[in-house]
Nanobody, 114 residues
């Protein structure tokens, strides 16, 4: 079993920054790819970024250059540093991983005001 717990969401003005954290349980955390997804009201959940077990990141075009994903395997935690936030970044953000099946966190809300 894997449990994912997100934190760090909130309300921020356009151009501001937030850092999201995803704390994961499980002894195999360091071997898992971890991702961040987001879902805005009325829209489908979309991939934001992933980071491999080796630390290689991948980003959606919409956030590339503004968001940075990183991991601290000693703390079983993945971070999403979000800079230059835009109103269109407003969404619920979910942490994800896969180990025989998908695992999702409960989500954390990010709201960017214009």
């Amino acid at each position: 079993q894997v449990q994912l717990v997100e934190s760090g969401g909130g309300l921020v003005q356009a151009g501001g920054s937030l850092r999201l954290s995803c704390a994961a349980s499980g002894s195999t955390f360091s071997r898992n790819t971890i991702g961040w997804f987001r879902q805005a009201p009325g829209k489908q959940r979309e991939l934001v970024a992933t980071i491999s077990s080796g630390g290689s990141p991948n980003y959606a075009d919409s956030v590339n250059g503004r968001f940075t994903i990183s991991r601290d395997n000693a703390k079983n935690t993945v971070y999403l540093q979000m800079n230059s936030l835009k109103p269109e970044d407003t969404a619920a953000y979910y942490c994800w991983t896969w180990k025989l099946r998908d695992y999702w966190g409960q989500g954390t809300q990010v709201t960017v005001s214009s």
